[in-house]
Nanobody
Framework: QVQLVESGGGLVQPGESLRLSCAAS????????MGWYRQAPGKQREWVAT???????TYADSVKGRFTISRDNAEKKVYLQMNSLNSADTAVYYC???????????WGQGTQVTVSS
């Protein structure tokens, strides 16, 4: 059974940084592309970033240049380095397969990121 566990969220001030982690189990992690998503209060979940199994990355326009996705296949983890955070980044962040995948694994509990002064 696939399990995704996100961590690393918190309360930060505008302009600060956070690094999120997602630990995956129950899968052959290295062969799967991975994505980060977020859901702000009252809004639908939206895609943030994708990393292929080869390490290529793509980003939503809203985070391009500020966020960096990476992966550690040995640790079965995917990371999201978030810099220059602003209030619009406040959301619960999740990892899963990217949008172009035909399936999604069961969503984890997510990790809350709150950007506020």
């Amino acid at each position: 059974q696939v399990q995704l566990v996100e961590s690393g969220g918190g309360l930060v001030q505008p302009g600060e940084s956070l690094r999120l982690s997602c630990a995956a189990s129950g899968i052959i992690f290295s062969v799967n592309p991975m994505g980060w998503y977020r859901q702000a209060p009252g809004k639908q979940r939206e895609w943030v970033a994708t990393i292929t199994r080869g390490g290529s990355s793509t980003y939503a326009d809203s985070v391009k240049g500020r966020f960096t996705i990476s992966r550690d296949n040995a640790e079965k983890k995917v990371y999201l380095q978030m810099n220059s955070l602003n209030s619009a980044d406040t959301a619960v962040y999740y990892c899963n397969l990217p949008p172009y995948a035909n399936i999604k694994w069961n969503w984890g509990q997510g990790t809350q990121v709150t950007v506020s002064s």
